[in-house]
């Protein structure tokens, strides 16, 4: 009979291989309804099915939209367990950064929805306040979650608040700024729990070590705990603090002998764990006990895999933490690699560290993403990555500088602007001539209003002493951080977008010059940085109607080039347009107007107006915006005839 079973067994498919054959529909065991799924009723083996689900769902939508994907899935045990015992309208939830909380979202009301993550009009990338009652707070920089959730535990004491943060997040400064007030509030309605993906399960998550975790967090232990507390106001305040001092030394003996470290204990948490974050009994289990027993603020430990179910995350959890759309049965990404403005950086940057011996990288967590990954393997030395903390890493590179080494600091736009005070404080009030590489600069697509970086032109130009540049190709680029290495006088920003680099030779870079492009004495298209391809569009739109037209392009914001202005109203010119992927308020069309407007002369502007643009293709979001150049060119004709 076991034979007989043996020759006509059929071997179950892996996730991988029943995605790839296209055999996933969506559907399942998930509630069609638009709420919050209540899995108060789900035993382990139903959990565990819908974990399977909920894996298929998140990579068959990250296959074709892009997404987080590697966090998400190493995420979904974890998330079950959660809204297994808390509910979240009750327990405020709050993800650090969000792009763990793919399940999240689909139990929460968005599983009919999920499809449109990241597109435009659809569900968001991250966590979003506006978008669902269960999102507790909108996130998208990292660690902030235990801050919030602080706060929403001291506005509602009657409530628990709990905190899921990374251990990537836990570098950043804001979150043990929020530990050292947990320590100081001491709240008894706040879990924090530690998503550890670094590692893999450790030694310590054993028999001995489980044993004591359900110990600590037992409800005879801490039943007597509490009375013993209690009892213990009734002796004589020296004898009282002995005894407290003793006990709570024991405790923390044991955790000692078992953890690899009491760090949270030291501030007042109640530290549990580590546990497999993957075990949804044990963490459906130890969350129960965790609810009901222990009061205090309370730390729990839980080791997960990052990509977990998808062979291919698992295998490079770095590639693919985010990703753009890919071939599931491959994990090849469907688009061609196109050699971008992160691949000039590092290109020149390895090049420049050749030449110059004092020449160092400072990257906060993303080496990839900002294309430094090969200068980090040919110059170690002079590479240093200080995880998710871009205001240490601004000032960290200021003393670099000031110790007489050339720095380049690789930050995403949106993410330096977490470091504006250590810009003008630590650098630019010291004239240090470090350079602040500011990637993926203007819109950025289907990361949304988080992550768009396009408030750098307003919050640059204002700080004194700062060079700010923005190249228009990818030969641009590298001329300016050659330029940049070099300079001596000051600081420099370079800020450019996401996406592929231009090849056009646009000449020798000159400080504080700006380039014309064409004789036209009808109107002056002012652009800066990557705008120049949409003044090159309109000018000809506007060439179909005689209208001529002349670009005057900026690639350095400060120094600001006045005399091209002058030049071209001594030409004649008396119609202005200006282009830019930022803000209007404070930026580069507020720069030509202080100009132009002393001159009696009137400018349309045309850039990102004061409110935050969401998430979807880039292409999507300016036409929503009225900022296509056919657009533009309507508004202009408009604007002519009042």
Known sequence: MRLYSFLFWKRKKTLTEKLASEEYDGGGILSEEQKLTDLSGYNIKQLSDLASELRQQIISVCATNGGHLAPSLGTVELTLALLKVFNPKN?????????????????????????????????????????SEYDAFSVGHSSTSISAALGLAAAYPERKAVAVIGDGALTGGMAFEAINHVGHL??????????????????????????????????????????????????????????????????????????????????????????????LSQLVKLLAKVDANVAGPVLVHVITQKGKGYKFAEEDPQRFHGVSPFDI?????????????????????????????????????????????????????????????????????????????????????????????????????????????????????????????????????????LVVLAPASGSELAQMLEWAAD?????????????????????????????????????????????????????????????????????????????????????????????EDGVLSGGFGGRVNDYLCSKGVNVMNFGYKDEFVPHGTVSELKSSLGLEPSQIYKKYLQGREV
């Open 329 to 465: 049965s491959t994990g090849k990404s469907k688009k061609p690699a196109e050699r971008g403005y992160a691949a000039v950086l590092g290109e020149t940057m390895s090049k420049l560290a050749g030449q110059r011996e004092d020449v160092c990288a400072v990257v906060a967590a993303m080496c990839q993403g900002v294309g430094l990954d090969k200068f980090s393997q040919e110059f170690p030395e002079r590479f240093y990555d200080v995880g998710i903390a871009e205001q240490h890493a601004v000032t960290f590179a200021a003393g670099l500088a000031r110790g007489g080494k050339k720095v380049f600091v690789a930050i995403y736009s949106t993410f330096m602007q977490r470091a504006f005070d250590q810009m003008i404080h630590d650098v630019a009030m010291q004239k240090l001539p470090l350079v602040m590489c500011l990637d993926r600069a203007g819109l950025v697509g289907a990361d949304g209003a988080t992550h768009h970086g396009v408030f750098d032109l307003a919050y640059l130009q204002m700080i004194p002493g």
């Open 487 to 579: 300079y001596q006088d000051g600081p420099v920003a370079i800020r450019y977008p996401r996406g592929k680099a231009s090849l056009e030779d646009r000449g020798e870079f000159a400080l504080g010059k700006a380039v014309s492009e064409g004789k036209g004495e009808d109107v002056a298209i002012c652009s800066i940085g990557d705008s120049l391809k949409d003044a090159r569009a309109l000018v000809d739109l506007m060439s179909g109607d005689q209208i001529k037209a002349r670009i005057l392009h900026y690639n350095c914001l400060k120094p600001f080039d006045k005399q091209v202005l002058q030049e071209s109203l001594t030409d004649g010119v008396k119609e202005f347009i200006t282009i």
């Open 186 to 279: 001491k709240p008894d309605n706040l879990i924090v729990i530690l998503n550890d993906n670094q590692m893999s399960i450790s030694p310590n998550v054993g028999g001995v070590q489980k044993a004591l975790t359900n110990f600590l967090v037992s409800k005879t232990y801490n039943f007597f705990k509490k009375e013993a507390y209690d009892l213990s106001k009734l002796l004589p305040e020296n004898i009282r603090k002995t005894l407290l001092h003793g006990s709570k030394k024991m405790e923390e003996s044991l955790l000692n002998i078992f953890t690899k470290s009491i760090f949270f204990e030291d501030f007042g948490f109640t530290y549990v764990g580590p546990v497999n974050g993957h075990n």
């Open 91 to 131: 327990t405020p939830i709050v993800w650090d950064v969000g792009h763990q909380s793919y399940a999240y979202k689909i139990l929460t009301g968005r599983k009919q929805r999920f499809h449109t993550l990241r597109q435009f009009g659809g569900v968001s990338g991250f966590n979003n306040i506006f978008e």
